[in-house]
Nanobody
Framework: QVQLVESGGGLVQAGGSLRLSCAAS????????IGWFRQAPGKEREFVAA????????DYVDSVKARFTISRDNAKNTVYLQMNSLKPEDTAVYYC?????????????????WGQGTQVTVSS
């Protein structure tokens, strides 16, 4: 079992940057694939990015490619989402999620553990 806590959200102007962190508890963090998802008001939760257990594999939704970078530090039990060139349409609550022995752009139900989310607001 793993517990996840997101941080780093906030209000930023369009074109700005934020770095989100997802801190995990537990000694087996490196066995979990991690995904970032987001949910805007009135919309369904959607996949943003994912990273493999070792960090060697990453995947992104097309709308954030070349702007967002996912990374992880297994020694610190933390996954990061560096978000650059932010746009108003990136405004959402961002969640990290963990899946044992798997990762990638998978259905939400495939990720078993979820954090509480962190709000990102991008003003125009």
């Amino acid at each position: 079992q793993v517990q996840l806590v997101e941080s780093g959200g906030g209000l930023v102007q369009a074109g700005g940057s934020l770095r989100l962190s997802c801190a995990a508890s537990g000694r087996t963090f490196s066995t979990y694939g991690i995904g970032w998802f987001r949910q805007a008001p009135g919309k369904e939760r959607e996949f943003v990015a994912a990273i493999s257990r070792s960090g060697g594999g990453t995947d992104y939704v097309d709308s954030v490619k070349a702007r967002f970078t996912i990374s992880r530090d297994n020694a610190k039990n933390t996954v990061y989402l560096q978000m650059n060139s932010l746009k108003p349409e990136d405004t959402a609550v961002y969640y990290c999620a963990a899946r044992l022995m798997g990762w990638g752009n998978l259905p939400i139900s495939e990720y078993r553990y979820w954090g509480q989310g962190t709000q990102v607001t991008v003003s125009s």
